[in-house]
């Protein structure tokens, strides 16, 4: 274990998770939530993670998911319905 300074204060635990998708076209979209803990946090009996820490993790991973499936169905909606080919349709069709 190491011990980092963020923002000067000395980090006792450093997590960082992170989460990967992959649409069928082959994006990859990654995502990385950091939580640091501090050493008085542990000293106060801080041990686990917390509900703040839940809702900063679950805030980043919705975040990812809802930006990357949104990207997703802006590929799929490029798909031509007539050759279903990827293509761009004029505005105005004869």
């Not at 963020?6 to 082959?26: P, S």
């Not at 990385?32 to 820490?53: N, Q």
Request: proline share 1%.
């Amino acid at each position: 274990m190491s011990v980092a300074l963020f923002e000067g204060k000395a980090m006792a635990v450093e997590w960082t998770i992170t989460i990967e998708g992959r649409n069928e076209f082959g994006d990859v979209c990654r995502k990385a939530v950091r939580i640091d803990k501090s050493r008085e946090r542990l000293f106060d009996g801080d041990l686990g993670l917390s509900m703040e820490d839940g809702k900063t993790i679950m805030a980043a991973l919705q975040s990812a998911v809802v930006n990357h499936e949104a990207e997703t169905y802006s590929l799929f909606r490029r798909v031509c319905p007539d050759c279903r080919k990827r293509c761009f349709r004029a505005i105005f069709r004869e």
